[in-house]
């Protein structure tokens, strides 16, 4: 009698942009922790993640909004600590109600539209800043 192994299934990843930059996958690290506002509110969980593995980085956490029954992206520079089944976020609840829903695709457009209602600088004009480089011609993010 043979047996078959059977090989451990790999999260897959989803491409979310032409570009192939960003991709959607799953984490065991964070998946089902629930989402903490700065303000203390409870938002859903966390049930997959965005990176841009070209650069070995997280670049949002996929929210499940219990109370509007959407999915949202939350920027991974706006996450403060993970703990005890939890994301804490330095985000208010307010913030979050404000961010656009997530349906599996991103551009440009939609991560502006993301940091601006959170009111923070995007990751790409941080990492712009690090190395010394200014901003883009009219870019007013």
């Known amino acids: 009698m043979s047996r078959r192994r059977v090989r451990p ?12 930059t960003l ?4 984490s065991r690290e964070v998946w089902q922790a629930l989402l903490v506002t700065a303000d203390g509110a409870v938002i859903g969980p966390v049930v ?3 990176i841009e593995p070209r ?8 929210v ?6 959407r999915h949202i992206l939350l920027p991974s520079n706006t ?3 993970i703990a005890d089944g939890r994301v804490h976020s330095n985000l208010s609840r307010e913030h979050i109600a404000g961010l656009p829903a997530f349906h599996q695709k991103v551009n ?3 991560e502006e539209a993301l940091y601006r209602a959170v009111g923070r600088t995007p990751y790409w004009l941080e990492e712009q800043a690090a190395m010394g480089q200014p901003p883009p011609d ?4």
Do not use: H, K, M, W
């Open 9 to 20: 299934q790999v999260p897959r990843a989803i491409p979310l942009n032409a570009e192939e």
């Open 23 to 26: 991709f959607e996958t799953g």
């Open 108 to 110: 440009r457009s939609y």
């Open 138 to 141: 009219g870019d007013d993010s």
């Open 48 to 50: 997959r993640q965005v």
């Open 79 to 81: 996450v403060v600590d």
């Open 64 to 69: 499940y909004d219990l109370e509007r029954d």
């Open 55 to 62: 650069l070995y980085t997280i670049r949002y956490l996929v």
